[in-house]
Nanobody, 116 residues
Framework: QVQLVESGGGLVQVGGSLRLSCEASVRTFSNYAMAWFRQAPGKERDHVAS????????YYSESAKGRFTISRDNAKNMVFLQMNSLRPEDTAVYYC?????????WGQGTQVTVTS
């Protein structure tokens, strides 16, 4: 099994920054691509960013491009999401995600609230 634990969410003003962290309890963490998703109240869970196993390739949603940066530290089994220039529409619960062992795993989520 895989456990994912997110942290780093909170309350921030428009234009501010937050750095989310996700720690994965999985052997051979470096074998798996990782991703961040988010879910706003009353909306579907949407992809935000993904990163390849080595970190050399990254993918972003249109809303995240130019403002968010995904990164990983394979030595620490962690993936990060640096979020800059935050907007009220970024308010959501942010989830870490991995596909491993023919299954999809999610963390418990961390709340990000952007106030104007």
């Amino acid at each position: 099994q895989v456990q994912l634990v997110e942290s780093g969410g909170g309350l921030v003003q428009v234009g501010g920054s937050l750095r989310l962290s996700c720690e994965a309890s999985v052997r051979t963490f470096s074998n798996y691509a990782m991703a961040w998703f988010r879910q706003a109240p009353g909306k579907e869970r949407d992809h935000v960013a993904s990163i390849s196993v080595t970190g050399s390739d990254t993918y972003y949603s249109e809303s995240a491009k130019g403002r968010f940066t995904i990164s990983r530290d394979n030595a620490k089994n962690m993936v990060f999401l640096q979020m800059n220039s935050l907007r009220p529409e970024d308010t959501a619960v942010y989830y870490c995600n991995v596909r491993a062992f023919s299954a999809v795993f999610w963390g418990q989520g961390t709340q990000v609230t952007v106030t104007s």
